[in-house]
């Protein structure tokens, strides 16, 4: 299994794309912050259980993040901030299952926290990512939101007469909400 300490790569400035192995357990602690012209994150690992505070911070040209192909996934504190630039996200899951399993630890762990972030998420059909158009929470009953999922999302979310729990801030300024229906 492979970790990458704190700090390792901070500071690269000339750092584009990180294409993490699959068989990656850890990113450390500011492990490339401040990394200004780094693009591209892509973070295949399916064994992937957390990413340390400040992890990207300051990298403010990065655009696209390919988020890990496992569940619970622990995002501490600070893992995106001032990361201004990220305009896609991309998950394995085109139900957002996936999603639901990550744990943020506050809005700025979460890449959606930016605001106009669009989430594309595999579909193999077509063997691509494709935009997804919403968020629907209705494919299982007892569904439970974590700390900050939705933050910020611009996204319409559909199905929350399904959600027995949402966490803090779990769907915090969320300008799409317009009814919401509790069982």
Do not use: A, K, M
């Given at each position: 299994n492979a970790y990458i300490d704190q700090y390792a790569f901070f500071g690269c400035k000339s750092l584009k794309e990180i294409n993490l192995p699959k068989s990656l357990v850890s990113i450390g602690d500011s492990a490339f912050k401040d990394c200004k012209s780094l693009e591209v994150v892509k973070m295949d690992s399916t064994v992937l259980e957390t990413v340390g505070k400040s992890a990207f911070e300051g990298c403010t040209s990065l655009k696209e993040i390919y988020m890990p192909n496992n569940t619970s996934v622990d995002f501490y504190s600070g893992a995106f901030v001032n990361d201004k630039a990220i305009e896609t996200i991309y998950i394995a899951n085109s139900h957002l299952n996936q999603w639901?399993?990550?744990?943020?630890?506050?809005?700025?762990?979460?890449?959606?926290?930016?605001?106009?972030?669009?989430?594309k998420a595999y579909v193999s059909q077509v063997n691509d990512y494709v935009e997804i158009d919403g968020i629907d929470l209705t494919t299982s009953y007892g569904t439970t939101v974590p700390d900050f999922a939705f933050y910020n999302t611009k996204y319409n979310i559909i199905g929350l007469d399904s959600v027995i729990y949402a966490g803090d801030y779990a769907f915090a300024k969320v300008d799409s909400l317009v009814n919401i229906y509790l069982d």
């Open positions: 639901l399993t990550y744990n943020f630890s506050d809005e700025t762990s979460n890449p959606l926290y930016v605001g106009d972030v669009t989430i």
